[in-house]
């Protein structure tokens, strides 16, 4: 994400008081144009959203967000909360974690914030999901993410009208972009691009332990499994992925099957049970890609057949074969 708005008036008013040299911005330059109260925090006080259930910018994008707040400084302000801590006052980050990654880069001892008093959790997540649905796209976002997202859009969308309207204003004002409306799932489903049945299936997914989402972030489990195993009760999921372990993965076969098991049984699957079901659904053996010869290719096939046409060919002739070798 670039620190940058397009908002002109933003950025004249803080390049002007911000040098391209580590000096750090300072409230008192930011809070005419921020049209809030904001402090500069101690970043050692500064500590990440509990559970954040997004992934932190690395690579080329963490070293543009790093070269950006460096030459232009920090556009937006980050957004806090108070949290109890036996070290004394420390603030949980709401938006801002990568910028807090970079300023430390940069050897920044202090960053601007806006310390929100009296969210509870799940407002507390609200901002946090609303934020990164702003800064990212949502195609970037992994599965997790994209079920996070949509679960607290959904929470919020059963939520009477105007639920916390001034944390969505608020939101709309420092990024300059405006917040998603909640008038219905089909609002909130043309604004990604998503099918009813597509966010259905991702609020499945928010349904499942973090070592679940993770596998599936990982390609270990397919969308449609992850859907079918979050049925499953919470203490049945940790179960399977301790089976599964660091490199397991499982078909949609195994994980109806488990979902079905687990529906008609009387309590929650046992080890056992869950270790019964997954041996008696083996995972397919992978069959080795063939490359065939260029003799076969000259002898049976020529320039002009594409790869759709060869294999249309050899389905053909395997089922004859196979045909005259069961007669």
């Known amino acids: 994400m670039n620190e940058k708005s397009n908002s002109m008036s933003v950025g004249e008013a803080i390049t002007t008081t911000h040098e391209t040299s580590k000096s750090e911005p300072t409230a008192s330059d930011r809070s005419n144009v921020w049209n809030s109260n904001v402090d500069n925090l101690d970043i050692e006080k500064l500590r990440h959203f509990k559970n954040h259930p997004y992934s932190l910018y690395d690579g080329q994008l963490f070293t543009d967000m790093v070269e950006s707040i460096k030459t232009n400084g920090l556009f937006y302000p980050i957004i806090v909360r108070p949290i109890e801590s036996e070290e004394g006052d420390n603030y949980e980050i709401l938006s801002g974690h990568n910028r807090l990654e970079a300023t430390k880069v940069l050897g920044y001892k202090t960053i601007p914030a806006i310390i929100r008093q009296g969210l509870n959790d799940n407002e507390a997540l609200l901002v946090v999901t609303e934020t990164n649905l702003i800064q990212r796209k949502f195609e970037d976002m992994s599965h997790s993410e994209r079920a996070t997202s949509l679960a607290t859009h959904y929470e919020a969308m059963k939520k009477k009208s105007g639920y916390r309207s001034d944390l969505l204003k608020e939101i709309e004002e420092l990024t300059n972009s405006p917040v998603a409306k909640r008038s219905s ?3 909130l489903g043309k604004q990604h691009g998503l099918s009813k049945d597509t966010i259905a299936r991702y609020l499945r997914v928010d349904k499942l332990t973090p070592e679940l989402k993770k596998k599936l972030d990982q390609s270990k489990i397919s969308l449609r499994s992850a859907v079918t195993l979050s049925y499953l009760r919470h203490n049945e999921q940790k179960i399977l992925d301790g089976l599964l372990g660091d490199e397991g993965k499982i078909t949609m076969t195994t994980s109806y099957a488990l979902r079905k098991e687990s529906a008609s049984a009387s309590g929650a699957l046992k080890k056992t049970d869950i270790e019964k079901i997954l041996k008696s659904n083996p995972l397919p053996v992978k069959i ?3 490359t065939l010869s ?9 320039d002009n057949q594409g790869v759709k046409d060869i294999e249309k060919i ?3 002739a395997l089922e004859q074969y196979n045909e005259s070798i069961n007669k």
């Open 185 to 187: 799932m089909d609002n």
């Open 294 to 302: 260029d003799d076969i290719m000259m002898k049976y096939f020529n």
């Open 314 to 316: 050899l389905s053909i």
């Open 288 to 290: 080795k890609p063939y």
